[in-house]
């Protein structure tokens, strides 16, 4: 017999052991346990009836007077307010996440707007909110 012929066979009675052993190994899965008995229900306390007894309101309120409303103080910048229309136009159409970027930037720049804050004072704020996405020309 040759070197290889004898390689050859000693590898196949140790692939055949291997087999085997692994064979033997594997046993069958027990059965699961059996599952515990459905718990008791528990008996519902006896529970006092509750009283209700009506209690004294006191006084009626009187009428306030009317007072007049405020007029406001600020009115609505309106470059501002095309800047916010065109932020809210352009997220519409804008990729995540500048969508999300551009709808914060547009409700910033409406609050601002409602408040009559100047338009060049919101853009710096604008900017940093849109973090890298171009600002619409309405807002330049």
Do not use: W
Request: glycine residues 8%; proline residues 12%; hydrophobic residues 40%.
């Amino acid at each position: 017999m040759s070197k290889a012929s004898v390689i050859a066979v000693c590898r196949g009675a140790v692939f055949a052991a291997a087999l085997g052993t692994s064979m033997l190994g594997c046993r069958k899965d027990e059965p699961p346990p059996p599952l515990p008995a459905a718990p008791k229900p528990a008996e519902p306390a006896a529970v006092a009836p509750l009283e209700l007894k009506p209690e004294d309101a006191g006084k009626p309120a009187e009428p306030a007077a009317a007072t007049p409303p405020k007029a406001a103080t600020h009115k609505a910048s309106g470059g501002l307010a095309a800047c916010c229309t065109a932020l809210r136009q352009n997220a519409a159409n804008a990729p995540e996440p500048t969508k999300g970027y551009m709808t914060t930037a547009a409700g910033v720049c409406d609050a601002a707007a409602k408040q009559g804050v100047e338009k060049d004072a919101t853009l710096s704020t604008i900017r940093a909110m849109l973090k890298g996405a171009g600002v619409p020309t309405d807002c330049k």
